[in-house]
């Protein structure tokens, strides 16, 4: 059935930002920092960020750990970040990739 994997994927990282903060206190679900999230019918799912906080290391800490919890949720087959309208942010993604 068309969709399925993408829906549990999806159904997942809902859950996933709904209750995560960044080191912070911000809600990782605040339209500010997810600026855009594609799932495809595969299951990849690519995440466009805009830290709050661009020169904390604990920031981008906490990437990688949301990273690899969202990669290992049922549905996902891959999961990618592109960090956007911050000073450094061709960095972050280079330490992210």
Not at 18 to 38: A, F, N, W
């Amino acid at each position: 059935m068309p969709g399925t994997t993408r829906d549990r994927a999806a159904r997942s990282l809902a859950r996933i930002l709904k209750k995560r903060t960044d080191p912070h206190g911000y809600p990782m679900s605040d339209e500010t920092i997810v600026q855009k999230l594609t799932i495809s019918d595969n299951g990849a799912v690519k995440m466009w960020l805009k830290p709050k906080m661009a020169h904390c290391p604990c920031c981008l800490h906490d990437l990688f750990l949301l990273r690899e919890e969202i990669g290992d949720q049922g549905g996902v087959s891959s999961v990618k970040f592109e960090i956007i309208d911050i000073p450094g942010a061709a960095e972050w993604n280079i330490a992210l990739s």
